[in-house]
């Protein structure tokens, strides 16, 4: 059965203390130094910061572990617009991330979560170029949050990275206390829906 739960705020924050702090970098965002080559890129910032949440709360009230494997999210049952959603997993210095771990949820296209099953879960692997694919829909925004998709995301032998990835123009984004223009997906319409990009930037140990 679906469920709408109440939000609580405080357990929807991320802390630095106890995972890694990363930076949307879009292709078009490459900065060129000032000789002509090309900086290393800046770890992608987690959703937001609060060193007094403890970590079991850092992902909010609505992760599962242990979600299927599986690259599209599309399945019976669920509706809204369609959204491609793809990108990199990269290091600082630009070089691709392989087999790096991937979980994403989300709300549907109402804002409500399937806390009894896996409607709209899912977990994969970058491939050897550190680049993933989802199928998912546009998850609908649901008081006090704007519209967003989560992940975790970790690198072999690296912290596991909690984040959440979010859609320009949405009128909510503005008073929405968790979200970051940093995390904003490029988006553009196509034929079938929306299409998307997002890289996942690691400062690596």
């Not at 060129?32 to 709360?57: E, F, I, Q």
């Not at 804002?111 to 829909?137: I, P």
Request: glycine residues 6%; positive net charge.
């Amino acid at each position: 059965m679906l469920k709408r739960h109440p939000i609580d705020e405080k357990n929807q924050l991320l802390t630095r203390r106890n995972f890694l702090a990363v930076s949307f970098v879009s292709p078009a965002a490459l900065k060129l130094a000032a000789l002509g080559g090309l900086v290393a890129l800046s770890p992608t910032p987690a959703c937001a910061d609060d060193d007094d949440v403890t970590p079991r709360n850092i992902e909010g009230p609505f992760y599962k572990p242990r979600s299927p494997r599986r690259a599209s999210l599309l399945e019976k049952g669920v509706k809204g617009t369609k959204l491609l959603l793809t990108g990199r997993v990269l290091a600082t210095n630009r070089s691709p991330i392989a087999r790096a771990m991937l979980d994403f949820w989300q709300a549907d296209s109402d804002g409500v979560y399937d806390n009894d099953g896996y409607r709209l879960r899912g977990h994969q692997f970058a491939d050897d170029s550190g680049r993933y694919s989802l199928e998912t829909v546009v998850p609908g925004p649901y008081f006090p949050r704007t519209p967003h998709i989560h992940v975790k995301v970790q690198a072999p032998n690296q912290p596991i990275l909690t984040t959440q990835l979010f859609l320009p123009g949405e009128a909510r984004n503005r008073f929405d206390g968790l979200f970051k223009p940093a995390l904003l997906m490029a988006v553009r319409d196509t034929e079938s829906g929306k299409e998307a990009t997002f890289d996942f930037v690691f400062a690596t140990r």
